[in-house]
């Protein structure tokens, strides 16, 4: 199974950076995702990691070191519409679970003038 | 842009009632998902849908629920004997293959009285 662990609630500044931190323990792993979900909508996705590295789309950019189970999201130029719930997800690399996504608990960014 | 589309988008039934959510996945994909989040919780996985087999399942998936890809477009959850416990946002999620990212569906909101 799979232990997803990230910060329940960050607050951050119109324009400043925030950095969303997920660690994980799971017995197999193949792929990183995040995704952004606003109250009472569905989670849209963000960015995908599965090799170690920085990837970056825009203003937002995601890490992810496999050897210590680690991966954080990076928000720059926050704007208000960014204030929302991110979630980490893990996909499970066993051969009966390619798809499955197993998701963190999500943290609250809220985004203050 | 395509999209997941759901039907419907709130659903209130009462105990014991059978309910039937409906989804249009993406016209391409071959891959499908039913995940549901309980009001403030993590979003659950559910199933996974390929080659109009079922390929996962969780624990949460038990004799009550099924699913269906009646034809071509649709792809169906059924919970033949709904509980409280079993009210929650369900989405419907579409991948084009089993490593790509998936598509949120909006959601139905079920509500068991």
């Known amino acids: 199974g799979q232990n997803i662990d990230q910060p329940t609630e960050m607050t951050a500044t119109e324009g400043a950076i925030v950095q969303i931190n997920c660690t994980y323990q799971?017995?197999?792993?193949?792929?990183l995702f995040w995704y952004q979900q606003h109250a009472g909508e569905a989670p849209t996705f963000l960015s995908y990691?599965?090799?170690?590295g920085l990837e970056e789309k825009g203003r937002f950019s995601s890490f992810l070191s496999r050897s210590k189970g680690y991966s954080y999201l990076l928000l720059k130029e926050l704007q208000m519409k960014d204030s929302a719930s991110y979630l980490c997800a893990v996909r499970d690399s066993t051969t009966d679970s390619w798809g499955k996504l197993q998701f963190g608990a999500g943290t609250q960014v809220v985004v203050t003038p | 842009e395509p999209e997941v589309t759901q039907t419907p988008s709130h659903q209130v039934t009462q105990m014991g009632q059978e309910v039937i959510l409906r989804c249009v996945p993406i016209s391409n994909h071959l891959y499908f998902y039913w995940y549901r989040q309980i009001l403030g919780q993590k979003v659950e996985f559910l199933v996974s849908?390929?080659?109009?087999?079922?390929?996962?399942k969780s624990e949460i998936f038990d004799d009550q629920f099924s699913v269906e890809r009646p034809d071509g477009s649709n792809f169906t959850l059924k919970i033949r004997s709904t509980k409280l416990e079993d009210s929650a946002m369900y989405f419907c999620a579409s991948s084009p293959g089993p490593y790509n990212e998936q598509f949120f569906g909006p959601g139905t909101r079920l509500t068991v009285l």
């Open positions: 849908f390929y080659n109009n087999e079922i390929s996962e």
């Open positions: 799971t017995s197999g792993f193949n792929g």
């Open positions: 990691n599965v090799l170690d």
